[in-house]
Structure formats: structure tokens, C-alpha cells
Nanobody, 126 residues
Framework: VQLQASGGGLVQAGDSLRLSCTAS????????MGWFRQAPGAEREFVAG????????YYEDFAKGRFTISRDNAKNTLYLQMNTLKPEDTAVYYC????????????????????WGQGTLVTVSS
């Protein structure tokens, strides 16, 4: 699976952005897709995940109420709508896909995913 992420940019605090991640060369079914982020000097962290078939959504605490993960099956595209952005949301955002079934707890773990996009930078100024 090849993943192409886009939609990052420079915004002000309180603004919104929508990230997109398009999957191609799908030689295997996708079970879960997710968004992770990595701020400068920090570990990569889970943001949100989505079970592709069932549509079940998972969010890290900081994303609940502000971020929404969704998909367009026809376009093989995953989205992350981010509202009320804060300077601490500044990071490189990565989309990832897993071609194996996962237990819920594993959705939050980056090593569970076997395909990664190139990352898109989100910068939120105060």
C-alpha cells in the first residue's frame, strides 16, 4: 500500500485544516488506518484511527472534540479534520495503514502499522 498525505500548512491558532491521505497500490485489504504526529524533539504519537470496514473511530484524548477522522471509500482516502488548532498541535502528521486485523489497543501503537505516508507539516502560530 502506498500512502500520500497532503493538506498541511501554516495557520493561526483557532483555525482549521483538513489533512488527506490517499491509498494506492492496494494489493492487500486495509483493516485500519490512522494518523500520527511528531513534534520537534518529541516521540511520534497517535492522533486518531479508523477501522476501515466497520468505521469505528479512535481518538487520543487531545484530539477528542477538535479532530474528526473520516474516510471516502470510493476515493480510498482518509481525512483528518482539525478544528480549533493550537500551537501545540504543530507537528509533522503521518498517515498509516495496517493490512492485518488489530485489537483495539494496538490501533494506538505505531508499530502495528505496516505502511506509512511521507508526512505533512502542520504549523500553528499563536
Amino acid at each position: 500500500v502506498q500512502l500520500q498525505a497532503s493538506g498541511g500548512g501554516l495557520v493561526q491558532a483557532g483555525d482549521s485544516l483538513r489533512l488527506s491521505c490517499t491509498a494506492s497500490e492496494r494489493t492487500m485489504p486495509i483493516y485500519v488506518m490512522g494518523w500520527f504526529r511528531q513534534a520537534p524533539g518529541a516521540e511520534r504519537e497517535f492522533v486518531a484511527g479508523l477501522a476501515w470496514s466497520a468505521g469505528t473511530k479512535y481518538y487520543e484524548d487531545f484530539a477528542k472534540g477538535r479532530f474528526t477522522i473520516s474516510r471516502d471509500n470510493a476515493k480510498n482516502t482518509l481525512y483528518l479534520q482539525m478544528n480549533t488548532l493550537k500551537p501545540e498541535d504543530t507537528a509533522v502528521y503521518y498517515c498509516a495503514a495496517c493490512t492485518q486485523p488489530l485489537h483495539t489497543i494496538d490501533v494506538l501503537v505505531d508499530r502495528s502499522y505496516d505502511s506509512w505516508g511521507q508526512g505533512t507539516l502542520v504549523t500553528v502560530s499563536s
